[in-house]
């Protein structure tokens, strides 16, 4: 007799419990990659309307500046009697600008309304641009905001106007500039 075989059965088993949580981990991969995509992409709008945004403010603002440029050159024109002397007074105020390192609307509006109050005493672009220069270097060494030089300003041009500072005008002129004081 020969020999007896031998079965022998070998049972291999596979966790599938494992299998459905792969599945679905991966499944959720999906959807965050997908969610993070559609986050880009708006995140990506959300930045080109906001530097759309920014841009039309610029614009915005440059145009506001180029009009309030405009205007004082203008009414410097009607001082000055001729755009050329205009021109010329304005390119004026934009080197006392830069040598006093102050605005150049501020500067203008200065000269402007000076120029308004003294016109009687026939005085030059010259000598009104030096005694705006003058005028907004002092107001600098007190130390006087932009806001108050220009209120001063505008107080001090209303007394000159009427012939005589005094009260308010001069206490508003003082206040903001203790070097004429």
Same mark, same amino acid.
């Given at each position: ?8 059965? !070998? ?26 995509? =559609?986050?880009? =992409? ?5 930045? #080109? ?12 603002? /440059? ?23 205009? #021109? ?8 006392? &600008? ?13 000269? #402007? ?13 010259? &000598? ?5 220069? &003058? ?5 600098? /060494? ?8 220009? &209120?001063?300003? !505008?107080? /001090? ?19 903001? #500039?203790?070097?004429?004081?």
């Amino acid at each position: 007799m020969g020999q007896a075989s031998k079965v022998r059965r !070998i049972e291999i088993r596979w966790d599938v419990k494992g299998e459905g949580h792969a599945k679905k981990t991966a499944q959720r991969l999906d959807s965050i990659g997908r969610s993070s995509k =559609s986050t880009a =992409s708006s995140l990506g709008f959300m930045r #080109n309307a906001f530097v759309g945004f920014l841009s039309l403010r610029g614009v915005m603002t /440059l145009a506001k500046w180029s009009d309030s440029l405009q205007l004082l050159r203008d009414r410097i024109s009607v001082f000055t009697g001729s755009v050329e002397s205009a #021109n010329s007074a304005m390119k004026d105020l934009q080197s006392a &600008a830069a040598y006093t390192k102050s605005s150049i609307a501020g500067l203008a509006e200065s000269y #402007n309304r000076i120029a308004l109050a003294t016109k009687d005493l026939g005085l030059s672009t010259d &000598a009104i641009l030096g005694s705006t220069v &003058a005028l907004q270097q002092t107001f600098r /060494l007190s130390g006087s905001t932009l806001a108050e030089a220009t &209120a001063s300003t !505008i107080q /001090l041009s209303q007394g000159l106007a009427s012939g005589a500072v005094r009260g308010q005008e001069l206490r508003s002129v003082l206040e903001a #500039n203790a070097v004429l004081g």
